[in-house]
């Protein structure tokens, strides 16, 4: 891991086509700007790691079908049984 230091204003490059550039800096707390190509995906990591996670949830071991579940709950599938 590289380990800079900048100030307000200061930008780090990365390869050719990518910027960081230091906007602000607060008490515990640091704005950045990016530039970076269209095609680039840029997202807070904590934004990937949830999407991970709920990808893996909904892959994961023991997930049902909606009529195994219905089926589970003892609920109908034929709405025609339902009272009224």
Known sequence: MLVIRRRAGESVLVGEAIELEVLEVG???VKLGIRAPRDVVVLRKEVRIAAEENEA???GAGA???PEILEALG???NSRNRPA
Do not use: F, K, T, V
């Open 57 to 59: 949830a909904s892959r």
């Open 64 to 66: 049902e079908s909606l």
């Open 27 to 29: 008490q515990g707390q």
């Open 75 to 77: 609920c109908e599938r």
